[in-house]
């Protein structure tokens, strides 16, 4: 059986002029370029939903650590209440604003004269000073607890120097003793030892808030100048 180009398109061309053939095309072809236009349309509203919907879920992420947040700045905001009137011992304790030599010094010699003792000779860690600009003592600058090394010598009778080294632990300020040594005090000869006195060698640590890391720069720094 031959194909014949023909006459397939004369039926084709019978068939399209059917009513029922040309209304159904027509339905299809406005079906089609009326979803065309729709969908163009439509695209950009579709586009912000889709936004939308994403920036609603950030905003609800965003939204549920916020409210974390508020609930804990409250609950250290309690704590904050409950401890506020201990923060000025806890300054008076462990210093925030600078290693409080002036404070420390007067104090031991303050003891001394109440415990009826000599204070013979006394040592701090290395004092150092900054301006405002390069404070290590700033709570913005990461601070930690910095040791203070100290060291006292004094000379009196057992009872003043055992009541003395006493207060000192009791002192305010957080002092950490590492040694303690009484040995009876030699006279002016090296020969004799004076009657009744003794001298007490103490050694330790007192303790201020302050960034570690610039403290030790500067004190370096300041070695290398000399």
Same mark, same amino acid.
């Given at each position: 059986? @031959? =194909? @014949? ?7 084709? !061309? !019978? ?14 072809? @406005?079906? $089609?370029?009326? +979803?065309? =236009?729709? $969908?163009?349309?439509? !695209? ?19 939204? &549920? %650590? ?10 250290? +905001? ?7 009137? $201990? %923060?000025?011992? %806890? ?6 604003? /600078? ?6 010094? *007067? ?8 415990? #009826?003792?000599?204070?013979?000779? /006394?040592? %701090?860690?290395?004092?150092?000073? =900054?301006? !405002? ?22 000379? /009196? ?6 009541? =003395?080294?006493?207060?000192?632990? &009791? ?9 303690? @040594? ?18 007490? *060698?103490?050694? /330790? ?11 030790? &720069?500067?004190?370096?720094?300041? &070695? #290398?100048?000399?």
């Amino acid at each position: 059986m @031959s =194909f @014949s180009p023909t006459r397939y398109t004369q039926d084709l !061309r !019978r068939y399209y002029r059917l009513p029922a053939v040309q209304a159904s095309l027509t339905l299809v072809l @406005s079906i $089609f370029v009326i +979803s065309i =236009f729709v $969908f163009f349309a439509l !695209r950009p509203t579709m586009v912000s939903i889709t936004t939308l919907k994403k920036s609603i879920t950030e905003y609800e992420k965003t939204s &549920k %650590l916020l409210k974390a947040k508020i609930k804990n700045l409250q609950v250290a +905001s309690t704590q904050l209440e409950s401890i506020k009137n $201990f %923060l000025p011992i %806890l300054d008076t304790n462990i210093p925030n604003n /600078g290693a409080s030599y002036t404070t420390l010094t *007067n104090s031991i010699e303050a003891l001394a004269a109440q415990s #009826g003792i000599k204070l013979e000779t /006394g040592s %701090l860690g290395a004092t150092l000073l =900054f301006s !405002r600009l390069i404070s290590p003592f700033s709570p913005d600058k990461d601070q930690s607890v910095v040791a203070l090394p100290f060291n006292i010598r004094a000379s /009196g009778g057992y009872v003043e120097l055992n009541l =003395f080294l006493t207060n000192i632990l &009791k002192m305010e300020r957080v002092l950490l003793v590492d040694s303690v @040594s009484i040995n009876p005090q030699i006279g002016s000869n090296r020969n004799k030892m004076s009657a009744g006195s003794l001298v007490l *060698n103490i050694s /330790g640590s007192a303790y201020y808030l302050a960034n570690e890391a610039q403290i030790t &720069k500067a004190i370096t720094e300041d &070695k #290398g100048k000399k």
